[in-house]
């Protein structure tokens, strides 16, 4: 069953009307038959393509980043990694309720988190 998928893929691929490139580059012999049948979809893929998985990555990780970031912007800490003051703290209660709350401080230049 995976041999026959594996053969749709590259069918579907060279018959694409959106990548002539691969096409043209097999056609040419710059790409060997063993290369295209070792080659993953992405390889195969246009440059269209290939430009918005890319984007479409870069979204996904500024979004999952931005989740995780909550809190107050404040210029009050110092990042020890960059030296930036441009920072994010967060303060939870993190032991019992006569100990001080904990702050965690994220900076918003480098990533660097701290306690």
Known sequence: MKYKSRLRSRISNLKDQKNPDLRRNVLCGNISCERIANMTAEEMASAELKEIRKALTKE????????????????????????????????????????????????????????
């Not at 990694?81 to 994010?88: D, I, L």
């Not at 967060?90 to 001080?100: G, I, L, N, Y």
């Open 60 to 115: 996904s990780i500024r979004e999952h980043q931005l989740s995780k970031v909550g809190g107050t912007e404040t210029d009050m800490f110092v990042c020890g990694k960059c030296k930036s003051k441009s920072c994010t703290y967060t303060q939870v209660q993190t032991r019992s309720a006569d100990e001080p709350m904990t702050t965690f401080v994220m900076c918003n230049q480098c990533g660097n988190r701290w306690k």
